[in-house]
């Protein structure tokens, strides 16, 4: 089975860096895609990106431009790059993959 784990998230400033970890066990990240969402608390889910079991990516369009996904199958990790974070990213972040997700990790933005 997979587990996944997610890890990087805090309270950061408007326009600070965060890189979420995406830790996967039990499956290849190369095997399928992964995908990033977040949700906030009583808010609906919402895409943030995709990298493909090919290397593709593609993201959603209010981390365009800031955002990149990217994986090492060396250590089975899927990141997240998240730059120039704005109040409106607060969220959690929750990886997915073949049919499983890890338990999200909170991001919050302070103007």
């Known amino acids: 089975q997979v587990q996944l784990v997610e890890s990087g998230g805090g309270l950061v400033q408007a326009g600070d860096s965060l890189r979420l970890s995406c830790k996967a066990s039990?499956?290849?990240?190369?095997?399928?895609?992964v995908t990033w969402y977040r949700q906030a608390p009583g808010k609906e889910r919402v895409f943030v990106a995709v990298?493909?079991?090919?290397?593709?990516?593609l993201y959603g369009d209010s981390v365009k431009g800031r955002f990149t996904i990217s994986r090492d199958n060396a250590t089975n990790t899927v990141y997240l790059q998240m730059n120039n974070l704005k109040p409106e990213d607060t969220d959690i972040y929750y990886c997915?993959?073949?049919?499983?997700w890890g338990q999200g990790t909170q991001v919050t933005i302070s103007s």
């Open positions: 039990g499956r290849s990240v190369s095997s399928e895609g």
């Open positions: 990298i493909g079991h090919l290397g593709t990516t």
């Open positions: 997915h993959h073949n049919m499983s």
